[in-house]
């Protein structure tokens, strides 16, 4: 995982470098998720969102809400460049988190989803940015383990909803599957993600900083 976040990112500063459009390699401002709900066609771009797509639907064994949940932070997050949000790491030269240097689009990543000071301090693998509650990223800073499997049946997001569509509708402006904002909303609230027990097993130092669910 951390490879293909540091490919990527090295794949999104090429394409800047020769020309390519901001709108081609961001996607719109509202992420399209249409490669969460079916192959890459010939005709698709290479934008933040469509990778940020391939990477979520790639983690095994995970609800498919958390997986779109994950798709919408990290899409903001990795708009950000290295001077907004600071981050340090162990790949690629740490990083060099430089895709858009915009305040506007730190500010709109959710909350739980941004840096913690382990984050901004310690050095760790691109992998902790993928990961969407803030304990278990401290934790994977100070002590990386091999979480997308530990993730698998272990994190909810708790959508209510069984249907995959509800979490999605069509942007009027150009007809492209978004996130509702119902969804978005749903998604950026702590208290609405849970961990199993088992979870706590893998990540002690969590003990009373995550939501649990019996």
């Given at each position: ?22 709108l081609?390699v ?17 005709g ?31 899409t ?9 949000s600071r ?10 988190w430089m ?6 689009n ?10 913690t000071?382990s984050q ?14 803030a304990?278990?990223r ?15 049946g ?5 959508w ?11 942007d ?25 027990p ?6 002690p ?10």
């Open positions: 995982m951390a490879g293909a976040i540091t490919s990527y990112l090295d794949l999104a500063r090429s394409m800047l470098s020769k020309g390519t459009s901001l081609e961001f996607g719109p401002d509202r992420p399209n998720v249409e490669l969460m709900f079916r192959q890459r066609q010939s698709d771009d290479h934008s933040v969102c469509h990778f940020a797509s391939e990477l979520s639907l790639g983690v095994k064994g995970v609800e498919f809400p958390v997986k779109l949940a994950t798709m919408f932070m990290f903001y997050l990795m708009r950000v460049c290295s001077g907004e981050f340090c790491g162990t790949d690629a030269d740490s990083l060099q895709i858009l240097a915009s305040s506007e730190y500010a709109k990543i959710p909350d739980m989803y941004k840096p000071s901004t301090h310690v050095p760790h693998s691109a992998a902790v940015e993928f990961c969407p509650l304990p278990l401290d934790a994977l800073c100070h002590s990386f383990r091999d979480f997308p499997a530990m993730l698998a272990s994190i909810s997001c708790n209510p909803y069984n249907d995959p569509h509800s979490c999605v509708e069509k009027p402006n150009n007809g492209r599957l978004v996130l509702t904002d119902a969804f978005c909303i749903h998604v950026m609230t702590l208290d609405n993600w849970s961990v199993r088992a979870m706590l097993d893998d990540f130092e969590c003990r009373g900083l995550l939501k649990v669910a019996y």
